[in-house]
């Protein structure tokens, strides 16, 4: 599982992003968390998950992208909703699995504008 440095945190988790993060990749289950992530295949959007799914070995193995965390459905829904306006407004189209992998490749390559 990977986390995109620019990670979307709902307002409800702005002062526990740390926490709820660190619980997530101990694999300690949450009630009431959800994740946002990238699909693994190539025709969905986004995917939300509930942390507590996260505990299994194979999520936590997988090459998953989370890019966003929340409390509650509405508002993983609502980050979901943002995330995507974000990517219309940069690119125009609404390709967010590219927009949000070629956010990460300029990251990891030092080429952030």
Do not use: H
Not at 95 to 111: L, T, W
């Amino acid at each position: 599982m990977r986390w995109y440095s620019d990670l979307y945190v709902g307002y409800n988790l702005l002062e526990k992003k740390r926490e709820v993060v660190r619980k997530i990749k101990k694999g300690k289950p949450m009630i009431n968390k959800y994740v946002i992530a990238l699909p693994l295949n190539d025709y969905d959007v986004l995917d939300i998950y509930p942390s507590g799914v996260l505990v299994q070995k194979w999520y936590r193995d997988s090459d998953m992208v989370v890019v966003g965390i929340a409390e509650g459905k509405e508002e993983a829904m609502d980050m979901v909703q943002l995330i995507i306006m974000d990517c219309m407004s940069e690119t125009g189209n609404l390709r967010v699995k590219d927009y949000i992998m070629s956010q990460m490749n300029k990251k990891e390559s030092g080429k952030e504008e």
